[in-house]
């Protein structure tokens, strides 16, 4: 499961060079799917550092290669495209052995869906040295074993992934997986950093706007909501008289913004006017000092006053006309012969112009 092996001098030297504000992860998310109607099960594994998707495997693509996901990755050699190519293609042979042995584990037969997910990487802090490692396995949507990153020990959370954690235990696996989490993992990330720092090493500030909610039965909500920031780590507070109110609030988890940057939000409920003592502090890396926000009432819209002064227009126009009209009955007048107003021209208007550096153990 370790094609490379690596120094720990190189890896200290990556470590001493890179310094970054915040930690940093690189993971694979694979997927092995049998169903009766295919060929062969399905194998697809995609790799992110951090949010940022780089590299993509499917074994029922055409070319059946490692493709890249990330302009950056254009900066490896093509040995790395061989390499990873050769390693997935491997890994989804294992993955059909793993598929096969996991139905026999459960009594199942061929027909159906059945799915294998597996999930590991590493994480390191901002200095750059390693910080944890993780790999978990799932089947058919359920937890199924996942390694212990303290005792690089399996832990089976369903009972027929005993049959793995005995196999992997009799073949030393977590002594590769360790090695691999701890030295080959970390030095890839540095070198994807490195690679892709005009994006992944970015930050960008969070625009934060405070908004009040009422319920159906009165009740009052203040709602913070920051967007527009990356790296994702972000921190909202709300606080009453300047203290913090955790167990009243409630929160959205960080969520994609779809154009890169990240949005998340908190509320607080509390009662009617009792808004001006409620502040959201807002802490993110690329903000120099946490900002502070209230609710503030928006003024009048420029076109709710333009509407009323509009409305008062033509009621008092009106009622000039009931009263010329009414002047004119009384006076018996029948007023002089209706002239046309001369036709308005026309006017027209023109707008200004890593990848799998790992294969899987058998299940």
């Given amino acids: 499961m370790k094609p490379y092996i690596i120094s720990l001098g190189l890896l200290e030297i990556l470590i001493l060079k890179g310094t970054w504000a915040g930690s940093h992860s690189m993971r694979y998310f694979s997927t092995a799917m049998s169903r009766l109607d295919l060929r062969e099960p399905r194998f697809f594994s995609v790799g992110y550092v951090d949010d940022q998707q780089f ?98 020990s399996w832990t089976a959370i369903d009972p027929q992934a005993v049959n793995s954690k005995r196999k992997w235990e009799e073949r030393s696996i977590s002594e590769k997986e360790k090695a691999y989490l701890e030295e080959t993992c970390v030095l890839w990330l540095h070198k994807h950093l490195e690679n892709g720092k005009e994006l992944l090493l970015r930050t960008d500030p969070p625009s934060v706007r405070v908004s009040r909610h009422s319920g159906p039965d009165g009740e009052v909500s203040l709602r913070c ?72 009432p928006e003024a009048p819209s420029v076109w709710v006053i333009v509407g009323v002064t509009a409305g008062v227009l033509v009621l008092v126009t009106a009622v000039v006309a009931g009263a010329v009209i009414l002047r004119r009955r009384n006076s018996g007048g029948k007023g002089g012969a209706y002239v046309p107003a001369a036709v308005c021209r026309e006017t027209t208007s023109t707008e200004g112009q890593m990848g799998l550096e790992m294969s899987p153990p058998s299940c």
């Fill in 55 to 152: 590299v993509r495997f499917d074994s029922y693509s055409e070319s059946q290669r490692m493709e890249p996901r990330a302009a950056w990755m254009d900066k490896v050699d093509q040995d790395y495209w061989e390499r990873e190519t050769q390693m997935s293609r491997k890994a989804a042979q294992s993955y059909c052995v793993g598929l096969e042995n996991l139905r026999s584990y459960y009594n199942q037969s061929e027909t159906g869906v059945h799915i294998i997910q597996h999930m590991y990487g590493c994480e390191i802090f901002p200095n750059g040295s390693f910080k944890s490692g993780f790999e978990q396995y799932a089947y058919d949507g359920k937890d199924y074993i996942c390694l212990n990153s303290e005792t690089y």
């Fill in 225 to 296: 909501r920051a967007q527009g920031f990356y790296p994702a780590e972000i921190s909202l507070t709300w606080l009453r008289d300047g203290e913090e109110q955790l167990q009243d609030t409630e929160f959205i988890e960080t969520r994609p913004g779809g154009d890169g940057t990240f949005q998340k939000w908190a509320a607080v409920a509390m009662a009617p006017g009792q808004e001006d003592r409620y502040s959201c502090r807002v802490q993110h890396e690329a903000l120099a000092q946490p900002l502070s926000l209230r609710w503030e």
